[in-house]
């Protein structure tokens, strides 16, 4: 079974600034993935950032990057230039490749993060 | 295109009571997938549908809930002789097929279900 760590409940960075969310995870599979996934107040679950385990290039989407160490079974979110729409919890998930076929999410515990103004 | 819906936004019911939730994927997404959002659980994986099979339900709590998906599209969430412990938010998601290359999950906003 897999098992995905979030060790920080809450976080909190000023306007413009950069943070870093951290993100553990347990697993004997080779081949699976990871993802970031947001919850702003209005429940809504979007899609940050999706990284495959056999990249080794970390994945970029505008702001938002990851560093993702295979060995150390890590998986960060740095989020540069912080913006106030980007208050929200945030949820690390991992995913098992299972070949032809679709698989669950399994999630950490989230964590809060402010943006302060 | 529209993303996934899910109905009602709110449930309120009584211990004892039946409940339907249902959930309508992004349109041609033959995969679906229930979780479960709770304040001490987190985020739990409930069942996993593709088409109209479901090849895991390892994550249905016990035999009050059940899940169908009819016509490879809608899917409904029945939690039978609620529970208080049954309180929480339903979120369902879907994804392309596994053929397609593309497992990201798209969620919906989710039900938030009170038992009193």
């Known amino acids: 079974a897999q098992t995905v760590t979030q060790s920080q409940p809450e976080m909190s960075v000023q306007e413009a600034e950069t943070v870093t969310l951290s993100c553990t995870y347990d697993?004997?599979?080779?081949?699976?993935?990871l993802f970031w996934y947001k919850q702003p107040p209005s429940r809504q679950m979007i899609l940050v950032i999706r990284?495959?385990?056999?990249?080794?290039q970390n994945a970029t989407e505008n702001r938002f990057s990851v560093n993702f160490q295979k060995a150390a079974k890590s998986f960060s979110l740095k989020i540069s230039d912080s913006q106030l729409g980007d208050t929200a919890m945030y949820f690390c998930?991992?995913?098992?490749?299972?070949?032809?076929?679709?698989?669950?999410?399994?999630f950490g515990k989230g964590i809060t993060l402010s943006v302060r103004p | 295109g529209a993303g996934v819906s899910q109905s009602p936004s709110n449930k309120v019911t009584e211990k004892g009571k039946d409940v339907e939730l249902r959930c309508d994927p992004i349109?041609?997404?033959?995969?679906l997938y229930w979780y479960r959002q709770s304040l001490g659980q987190g985020l739990e994986f409930l069942i996993y549908?593709?088409?109209?099979?479901?090849?895991?339900k390892s994550g249905l709590p016990s035999d009050r809930f059940s899940a169908e998906r009819t016509g490879g599209s809608v899917s409904t969430l029945t939690i039978q002789r609620t529970q208080q412990e049954d309180s929480a938010v339903y979120l369902c998601?879907?994804?392309?097929?596994?053929?397609?290359?593309?497992?990201?999950?798209?969620f919906g906003p989710g039900t938030r279900l009170t038992v009193l």
């Open positions: 998601a879907s994804s392309l097929a596994p053929t397609s290359g593309v497992n990201t999950q798209y």
């Open positions: 697993t004997s599979e080779s081949n699976y993935y």
């Open positions: 990284q495959e385990a056999y990249k080794q």
């Open positions: 998930a991992f995913m098992k490749h299972v070949t032809g076929a679709n698989s669950k999410l399994t």
């Open positions: 349109s041609g997404h033959t995969a």
């Open positions: 549908f593709q088409g109209n099979s479901a090849p895991d």
